[in-house]
Nanobody
Framework: QLRLVESGGGLVQPGGSLRLACAAS????????IGWFRQAPGKEREAVAC????????IWTDSVKGRFTISRDNAKKMVYLQMNSVKPEDTVVYYC???????????????????WGQGTQVTVSS
């Protein structure tokens, strides 16, 4: 069983930066595809980014392209979402998710992910 724990959320001013981290409790993270999603109250979950051995790093959401980057450190079993030039509309809960180890490519569909973290709140406000 893979367990994911997000951290790094909090309050940040518009234009600032924040780095979210996703820690995985697994023997080896190498073959897992990891995605970042976000969800606002009353709205559907939105795919933000994904990273996999097959696809590399992908940013799904047009509104964050050029501002957010996803990276991973397999040795530390960590995946990161670097958020730069944040905007008030980035204020939502962010989740990391993992696909089963046999699915080593990315998808933007949340149903394609088998494991989810508990989420971390990001609030962009002055």
């Amino acid at each position: 069983q893979l367990r994911l724990v997000e951290s790094g959320g909090g309050l940040v001013q518009p234009g600032g930066s924040l780095r979210l981290a996703c820690a995985a409790s697994v023997y080896s993270l190498d073959n897992y595809s990891i995605g970042w999603f976000r969800q606002a109250p009353g709205k559907e979950r939105e795919a933000v980014a994904c990273i996999s051995r097959t696809d590399g790093a992908k940013i799904w959401t047009d509104s964050v392209k050029g501002r957010f980057t996803i990276s991973r450190d397999n040795a530390k079993k960590m995946v990161y979402l670097q958020m730069n030039s944040v905007k008030p509309e980035d204020t939502v809960v962010y989740y990391c998710a993992a696909r089963g180890s046999m699915n080593n490519y990315c998808t933007a569909y949340d149903v394609g992910y088998d494991y989810w973290g508990q989420g971390t709140q990001v609030t962009v406000s002055s």
